[in-house]
């Protein structure tokens, strides 16, 4: 029999902001207990993945760091693949750095070979002017992700997408993007899982990022309902998920095209 495995979101299909979604830690302790191999993917790169497993813990769910894949390790790995011995200056907080000094990638605030940008609540007019100035005299631009703002009252921390587009706009760079639903992340998880494109199920709450990212490579989709997907929108869309479900609770395996 062929190997299948879960790339899982986490925000919008296991919990929604600091609250468990109601079935998603029997869910996960069924995997756990059938042993189905299973990574939950994050798009934050300013989070490690001990502050994953940290947070999970909190809500119920036992997992390990082996569980989590970010865009953090998948934008150190690209850059260990593609720019060996490079140099990056990195606007960002947390998991991006540590993921980047693992994999022995130097940083530097001086004619860097990349700009890499992340995640992170220190951002300042000056560290974006310094940005813009070093790749206007030739960093490549990257971004983790590039995740919109929550555009909610009262939160303190922008999107990468409004971070980027600062940037963007002020060097006339377009920064390369490394998260989801870039083929680049999920190539990289898919790696990391050891699993080709036709051994690997997508379950994820966002149309733009978890199930055009798995259309993307072939893998197959689920999208959860308990996020921000509304199946009455899912008609706009030209592409579709091979199944859609209120909440992972209802995900029955083995799946049908296991």
């Given at each position: ?20 979604i109601k079935g998603a830690d029997v869910f996960v302790k069924r995997l756990l207990k ?225």
């Amino acid at each position: 029999m062929k190997k299948h495995g879960l790339m899982i979101d986490m925000d919008g299909v296991i919990y929604a902001g600091e609250e468990l979604i109601k079935g998603a830690d029997v869910f996960v302790k069924r995997l756990l207990k059938d042993k189905i191999p299973f990574t939950f993917l994050s798009n934050n790169s300013s989070k490690s993945r001990a502050d994953a497993v940290e947070k999970l813990a909190k809500l119920g769910i036992k997992v390990t760091e082996k569980h989590i894949y970010t865009s953090a390790m998948a934008t150190a790995t690209f850059l260990t693949e593609h720019y060996p011995d490079c140099i990056v200056h990195v606007l960002c907080e947390g998991g991006l750095l540590k993921s980047l000094k693992n994999a022995g990638i130097r940083s530097a605030d001086k004619k860097p070979d990349l700009v890499i940008l992340g995640e992170g609540q220190e951002f300042s007019l000056e560290k974006v002017h310094k940005a813009v100035d070093m790749i206007l005299a030739g960093a490549r631009f990257i971004a983790t992700n590039r995740d919109p703002s929550p555009r909610r009252e009262g939160w303190n921390n922008l999107g990468i997408a409004a971070t980027a587009a600062m940037i963007e706009e002020a060097s006339g760079r377009e920064p390369f993007v490394i998260g989801k639903p870039s083929p680049v992340m999920m190539r990289s998880a898919a790696a990391y899982m050891g699993l080709k494109p036709e051994e690997v199920t997508v379950i994820g709450d966002t149309m733009e990022t978890d199930i055009i990212g798995g259309i993307y490579m072939g893998f197959k989709t689920i999208l959860v309902l308990s996020g921000i997907a509304d199946k009455e929108q899912l008609i706009k869309y030209g592409y579709r998920p091979h199944l859609v479900v209120d909440s992972v609770d209802e995900i029955e395996f083995p799946l049908k095209w296991w």
